[in-house]
Every structure is written in C-alpha cells, then in structure tokens.
C-alpha cells in the first residue's frame, strides 16, 4: 500500500470543507444570538427616530472629534455637533440628556465605553439625546484600537 486513490482522498476532504464551512456558520449564528448588533434608533410613539447626539473632544487629540464622527455616522446615528472642551477628561463618557438612558448606552456600546460612564445629566435645550465626552482614554475606543 504505497498511498491512497484519489477516489478514498477526494470525498474525505469534500467533507472536511464542509464541516469546516458549517462549523463557521454555527459559530457566527451563535455569537450573534449573545452579540446582537446595535442599531441607531430609538422607538417612540410606534415610529423609529435615529438617535441623534452631540461630540465633545476633550481627549487633546487633534481631530479625534471628527474620526468619531465619521465613525458613529458609518453606523447610522446621527451627529449633529462637535466641539473642542476646555478641559482634558481622563475618560470618555456618554452623557444622557433627555432620561433616555437605553440610546445613551446603545452608542456607549457602539464606542466600546463601559455601563458605568454612561450618566444622566437631563439638557433639552441640547435637543440630542446623548452626548459623548471623548477623554484621554481614547485609544481604548473601539474606533481608535486599530489605529
């Protein structure tokens, strides 16, 4: 027994491929049923509204601002605003600012900011429903982590 036939080989890789093309699938099926993906909008009086919010970049980054923007965009919320703060923050926040705290924490989610710096400091004059405070921690953000 020199080797094997091409006719044994062939149908045993098939099949591996296959298995292996499945298993692929499984495990993206199941990581979505505990990962669902997080969508822009917010549900109110039966119709959706884009969550909209504001960006304030206090990280002392130069056009940190603008990248997480684009970024945020790129994912369907809308950003209306953003400006350069006074002073460093030595970590990003999302701030709720109209008691709305389930969109604060779908774009703190989106940026990879923990629950915990997510805060209610209630603003309709702002007329978003959140903002984001970009501090000095930005290179933890999911957007920046590949930079």
């Keep these: ?4 036939s091409a006719r044994t080989v ?16 499984l495990v993206a099926f199941v990581w979505r049923l505990f990962h669902p993906p997080v969508t822009p909008f917010v549900e109110s009086d039966d119709q ?11 990280s002392g980054k130069n056009g940190a601002g603008r990248s997480t923007m684009t970024y945020l965009r790129e994912r369907g919320f809308d950003v209306v605003e953003i400006s350069t703060g006074t002073e460093l923050a030595a970590r990003t926040m999302v701030i709720d600012r109209m008691g709305d705290r ?3 924490l ?3 989610k989106v940026l990879g900011v923990s629950d915990s710096m ?3 400091q ?20 999911t957007p920046f982590a590949d930079s």
Excluded: T, Y
Excluded at 122 to 141: C, T
């Design 1 to 4: 027994m020199k080797g094997r």
């Design 10 to 25: 062939w149908p045993v890789v098939a099949l591996s491929i296959g298995a292996l093309v499945v298993l692929v699938f």
């Design 48 to 58: 959706q509204h884009v969550i909209q919010l504001d960006i304030v970049n206090a």
């Design 102 to 104: 389930q969109s604060a």
């Design 106 to 108: 779908k774009v703190a």
């Design 118 to 120: 997510v805060v209610s």
């Design 122 to 141: 209630i603003d309709s004059m702002l007329f978003v429903r959140a903002s984001v405070i970009l501090g000095k921690d930005l290179l933890m953000l």
